[in-house]
């Protein structure tokens, strides 16, 4: 059974551009959550998509978004790239909904670097 | 608000030894805690869960500790060895509340 695929495991992006992030989740699974990771700060959600609908959402501004597809995969979208914004972006799928962590799984993430 | 942290962000032992990692939490509502590892380059992964209504579980090399008078709960592992170096996090789950938090990490360090 194939893990959680996150694409592409490694972005460098230029302040003020805008990245799209995917994430494949593990087949039958139909949330997926987002997060941000920084050496700083841990990791900090920022969203949860489960079957096409956004269910949770955590402390982050308007300049980050999601979105699922009817195959479960989603996408994480960041405009106007700020430095700050430089980090190790993780998905994790479940079964259902993220709290009741059934079979919870993460990729290994995509590192962005905002230059 | 709640929080999930940990008392030592880096932990050096000697391979063989048993590792003691800690973290304090502060939902007394929480109902459920996981221990995850990250290695470089990757995402975390499950090590061992344990519910509110225990104070333990015992894995293969690893057993999940939670006190729940002082909020306290503790990953060790036993017979250390190099590919344990990772960063260890705990999570807390208040099903209620519909919260997840995850601990800031403690990296561990195995010396050979």
Known sequence: KAGVTQTPRYLIKTRGQQVTLSCSPISGHRSVSWYQQTPGQGLQFLFEYFSETQRNKGNFPGRFSGRQFSNSRSEMNVSTLELGDSALYLCASSEGQRINTNGYTFGSGTRLTVV | ?112
Request: net charge positive; with cysteine.
């Open chain 2, 1 to 112: 608000g709640e929080s999930v942290g940990l008392h030592l962000p880096t932990l050096s032992v000697q391979e063989g030894d048993n590792s003691i990692i800690n973290c304090a939490y502060s939902n007394s509502a929480s109902d459920y805690f996981i221990w995850y590892k990250q290695e470089s380059g990757k995402g975390p992964q499950f090590i061992i869960d344990i519910r509110s209504n225990m104070d333990k579980r015992q894995g293969q090399r690893v057993t999940v500790l939670l006190n729940k008078t002082v909020k306290h709960l503790s990953l060790q592992i036993a017979a250390t060895q190099p590919g344990d170096s990772a960063v260890y996090f705990c999570a807390e789950i208040a099903y209620n509340f519909n919260k997840f938090y995850f601990g800031s990490g403690t990296k561990l360090n195995v010396k050979p």
